[in-house]
């Protein structure tokens, strides 16, 4: 079983920052890839950032340079500091873990910008 739960969205104003918190329970030694989805009204699911299974990190042209993704050294913590957020990064920020061919969800967090 693994939950995943977010938490630390807002409302803030073009140039703020945020950081989201993604609690991860279940069997979180086993992940494959862990990391952070976006998603608008409208638009698709889309990747912010993410821990490939080899550590490295991933980033969507959008917000490289912006974002940074991090995680605890129990990796039961995945952390994303988003600083000079602008009003397209308003969107429900997804926390998403991979085991073997399984995609697990939070419930989501929403992030909304101000202009």
């Known amino acids: 079983q693994v939950q995943l739960v977010e938490s630390g969205g807002g409302l803030v104003q073009a140039g703020g920052s945020l950081r989201l918190s993604c609690a991860a329970s279940?069997?979180?030694?086993?992940?494959?890839?862990m990391g952070w989805y976006r998603q608008s009204p409208g638009k698709q699911r889309e990747l912010v950032a993410m821990f490939a299974p080899n550590g490295d990190t991933r980033y969507a042209d959008a917000v490289k340079g912006r974002f940074t993704i991090s995680r605890d050294s129990a990796m039961s913590r995945v952390y994303l500091q988003m600083n000079d957020l602008k009003p397209e990064d308003t969107a429900l920020y997804y926390c998403?873990?991979?085991?073997?061919?399984?995609?697990?969800w939070g419930q989501g967090t929403q992030v909304t910008v101000s202009s």
């Open positions: 279940g069997r979180i030694r086993s992940f494959g890839t």
């Open positions: 998403n873990a991979k085991l073997s061919t399984i995609n697990y």
